[in-house]
């Protein structure tokens, strides 16, 4: 599986920005979908997932009510919508996929992700 993320930027306190990640191949449909992010020097952590089917989405409380995940599911393709941004969003952003987990399961634990695209730098200014 093959991840390409993009969308990331310079934007603003308050602005929006939104992610995308592409996934080659037939495995979209089988894969849990994740975003996660890092700053230099300290572990990759959560942000967001969505489950294979689309019904179980998860957020970390920090972006709950102004980030979305969605899935393109006829374009391969997962999507994270940043709203409301503020500095500490700032980060390198990693999509990551999941073939193990069950159909209507996401997790936050980065162990868990079988493949993950190249980062895409969020810089939003104050």
């Known amino acids: 599986v093959q991840l390409q993320a993009s969308g990331g930027g310079l934007e603003q306190a308050g602005g929006s920005l939104r992610l995308s990640c592409a996934v080659s191949g037939r495995t979209f449909d089988y894969a849990a979908m994740s975003w996660f992010r890092q700053a230099p020097g300290k572990e990759r952590r959560f942000v967001a997932g969505i489950s294979r089917s689309g019904r179980k989405i998860a957020y970390d409380n920090s972006v709950k009510g102004r980030f979305t995940i969605s899935r393109g599911n006829a374009k391969n393709t997962v999507y994270l919508q940043m709203n409301s941004l503020k500095s500490e969003d700032t980060d390198i952003y990693y999509c990551?996929?999941?073939?193990?987990?069950?159909?209507?399961?996401?997790?936050?634990?980065?162990?868990?992700?079988?493949?993950w695209g190249q980062g895409t730098q969020v810089t939003v200014s104050s």
């Open positions: 990551a996929a999941s073939l193990g987990m069950s159909w209507d399961s996401v997790r936050a634990d980065v162990r868990e992700y079988d493949s």
